[in-house]
């Protein structure tokens, strides 16, 4: 089943997450079609930049929670390799957040080069609240970008950032209404696609090269610490919360 619409509007890659019935949540199908999307636009010498935006009402609802617990098919790529895709692509890497961003959803911003946001888009990190901790190289990237602080609460708390407070924090650079969104995230992906490729690959890797150690280990730290705790008690009473439809009760965990 088809997770993503891929265009080039000439040098630019648009990848637009396309499971608009399930809020495009992650699943092992969309992961693995992520992972190649990537792979693809950093080998295709055509591409200079990658624009990524979701279908409907929402951007990018993290992982897919009906699917987790289930028989499920057998991934091509894991959620590791679909990481290693983004951060590797040597091409700028533009968002579009057009609605919801949740987990995975919210912390893409961080490995991306340019956030832009509809006013009504907001971000959750729901790690706690599902009895999990953060991914995606998020517990480096957001100290980075918003303050330890700032990005302590939004890694702990699971609660909601707005269009407006993203950009305040730094995790976002531009807010705009909805019907422009995406012309303007296409007018700045234009922009640097007018530019010559090796010079925009080479500035961002001279941007991205002295993190890279650092967020590989803060993924691998985070890879440990999601083993560790999935499956466990707390994650185990979120799961059966979220297939009950009722509020979760952590007491004692």
Not at 4 to 31: F, K
Not at 32 to 53: I, P, R
Not at 106 to 130: H, K, N
Not at 136 to 147: D, H, I, K
Request: charged share 20%; hydrophobic share 45%; with cysteine.
């Amino acid at each position: 089943m088809q997770t993503l619409n891929i265009t080039d509007q000439g040098h630019v890659r648009m990848v637009e997450l396309h499971r608009p019935q399930a809020l495009n949540a992650l699943n092992s199908q969309m992961t693995d079609d992520l992972t190649d999307a990537f792979q693809q636009a950093a080998e295709d010498a055509n591409v200079k930049v990658v624009l990524m935006t979701g279908a409907g009402k929402a951007f990018w609802a993290g992982a897919d929670l009906k699917e987790m617990g289930q028989t499920r098919r057998q991934p091509k790529h894991s959620f590791a390799d679909m990481l290693d895709a983004v951060i590797d692509c040597p091409k700028p890497l533009i968002l579009a957040v057009n609605g919801v961003g949740v987990g995975i959803g919210a912390t893409i911003c961080g490995l991306a080069d340019l956030v832009l946001m509809a006013e009504d888009a907001r971000l959750r990190c729901p790690f706690s609240s599902l009895g999990l901790t953060a991914e995606a190289g998020s517990t480096y990237t957001f100290p980075q970008l918003l303050g330890r602080q700032q990005a302590s609460w939004f890694l702990l708390s699971g609660e909601w950032m707005n269009a407006e407070q993203c950009l305040q924090a730094g995790l976002a650079l531009q807010v705009l209404p909805a019907e422009e969104l995406l012309p303007q995230a296409m007018s700045r992906a234009q922009t640097l696609a007018a530019l010559p490729a090796a010079s925009l690959m080479t500035t961002k890797k001279l941007i991205v090269e002295p993190l890279r150690s650092q967020l590989r280990a803060s993924i691998a730290a985070e890879n440990r610490g999601l083993a560790e705790l999935a499956g466990g008690p707390a994650n185990r009473e979120a799961l059966a919360a979220f297939r009950d439809k009722r509020e979760t009760n952590f007491n004692g965990l």
